[in-house]
């Protein structure tokens, strides 16, 4: 028998465990490869540790390298690629670290309960790349809204948006921001980030494309960066596209300077003013709209960015993580309406068990699918319910909202817009379901006979 060195039993059993690490690492790769598009991307962490069975301070060794521990693995995809930064905790040292302009602001606010609960959020990154899409709609004369088309009848294999807006008119009071007074450095640095959002993604739809989703969504996990590219610190990384990180960062200084301020002031009152009416009324709302729709109200802090500017619609949301994202200074979202915009866009999260009523029933029928059908019930169902809600409150300090309040689809005359035969239906056979006359499936199946 060969005699064995002390080196060589040293050796083996790390290379053992380096080998069954590097497979088990092999096998996870291709996870980390793919991304959903219209779907903020879910993150997984695998605990290596727990996988490779070595028990807690163990260190590995291997030709000379110490591991104290096994690290954890982040497999997953967000904006096309994986982003194992996206997964890191940011501690207390690093948030003093940053400028005061990126900390979080006091604006943010967690209203919870038993039901519902928002987390409210004024972020810089996401208002700037809202307010540039704005600016270079403007900028292009392209309408800064498209009106949607009078709703019509589809085929049955139609698909309906994942997310959608919050109104089907324009916005009003947005126009071109005041560039007079800025340095011909700003002005030159402001222009060529218009460019970029001008010639790549202000023809995208905020709501439907999914790429914009995206985007969206790490912008607002971003939101106390100092900037985008990661430079200080690390875990800032954002993945996004070089030319998207480069015309944001070279807009932010700008931004920051002329009307970052005045946007965050504005957000700031707006989260304060709804907060209020949430506190006052959110359980009761959530509870009723959770019980018409027959789902669950979603777990967890549902997020909800606050931009000066959030669209042409001034309001959409997206799902897979429910994200609301609502304009702060849009008429319409003021005042009592800011709650029945709130729990519209909320709904949302609640619309698949309707949404799949409606088409199991045209399927049954034989007739086609009624575009937006869906959203018109949403709309018509959350103003009622806050109507009720308002009218009932005592602690509501404006009488005149409690006794009467005009929800939003009339107020604004939506169903004028090409939903007319829908405000037909749903005052004829939906309503005596909010009232408690008639059953979830039977006024589907009469609102769909009635079309």
């Known amino acids: 028998m060969l005699p064995q060195h002390s080196c060589c039993a040293d050796i083996l059993p790390a290379l053992a465990k380096k080998c069954l690490y590097t497979a088990f690492v092999m096998l996870l790769a291709p996870m980390a490869s793919g991304w959903t598009a219209g779907r903020a991307v879910r993150t997984w962490r695998i605990p290596l540790r727990k996988a490779l069975q070595v028990q807690p301070g163990q260190r590995w060794s291997f030709l000379g390298g110490k591991i104290r521990s096994a690290p954890t693995l982040y497999a997953g995809a967000n904006a096309g690629r994986a982003l194992e930064a996206s997964a890191l905790s940011r501690s207390e040292t690093s948030r003093e670290q940053l400028p005061a302009e990126t900390r979080p602001t006091t604006s943010q606010e967690v209203i919870q309960g038993p039901v519902p609960a928002f987390e409210f959020h004024s972020g810089f990154w996401i208002n700037l790349h809202h307010f540039l899409y ?267 909202a409690r006794g009467n309040y005009t929800p939003y689809a009339y107020k604004f005359d939506l169903h004028a817009r090409g939903w007319q035969n829908y405000q037909r239906v749903l005052e004829r056979y939906w309503q005596p379901y909010l009232d408690g006359k008639a059953d979830f499936d039977g006024a589907v199946a009469r609102l769909v006979s009635a079309l």
Not at 134 to 142: D, I, Y
Not at 193 to 199: I, L, M, R
Request: charged share 20%; proline share 8%.
């Open 134 to 400: 704005q600016q270079a709609r403007l900028r292009k004369s392209t309408p800064q809204s498209i009106p949607r088309p009078a709703p019509k009848v589809e085929g049955s294999g139609a698909k309906e948006p994942a997310t959608s807006a919050n109104s089907l008119g324009p916005t009003p009071g947005s126009g071109q921001a005041p560039t007079e007074a800025l340095t011909e450095e700003e002005r030159h640095s402001w222009a060529a980030a218009q460019d970029y959002y001008a010639g790549n993604l202000s023809g995208h739809d905020l709501f439907v494309n999914g790429d914009m989703v995206q985007i969206k969504n790490r912008l607002a996990e971003l939101e106390t960066c100092p900037n985008l590219s990661g430079r200080v610190p690390p875990q800032c990384v954002s993945g996004l596209r070089p030319e998207l990180v480069a015309a944001l960062e070279v807009a932010a200084p700008v931004y920051r300077a002329r009307w970052w301020a005045e946007h965050d002031r504005a957000n700031r009152s707006w989260i304060a003013s709804v907060s209020l009416l949430v506190r006052q009324t959110g359980g009761r709302l959530a509870q009723q709209l959770a019980s018409v729709y027959e789902a669950d109200w979603p777990a967890g802090r549902l997020r909800v960015d606050v931009t000066f500017n959030a669209g042409p619609f001034g309001a959409y949301t997206s799902l897979d993580p429910v994200h609301l994202t609502i304009s702060s200074t849009d008429p319409r979202n003021q005042g009592p309406a800011a709650l029945e915009v709130l729990f519209h866009e909320a709904s949302h999260a609640l619309a698949g068990a309707v949404r799949d009523a409606i088409v199991r029933e045209c399927r049954q029928r034989g007739k086609p699918i009624p575009r937006y059908l869906w959203h018109a019930l949403l709309f018509y169902t959350t103003g009622e319910i806050v109507k009720r809600t308002l009218a009932k409150d005592l602690s509501i300090p404006d009488a005149g």
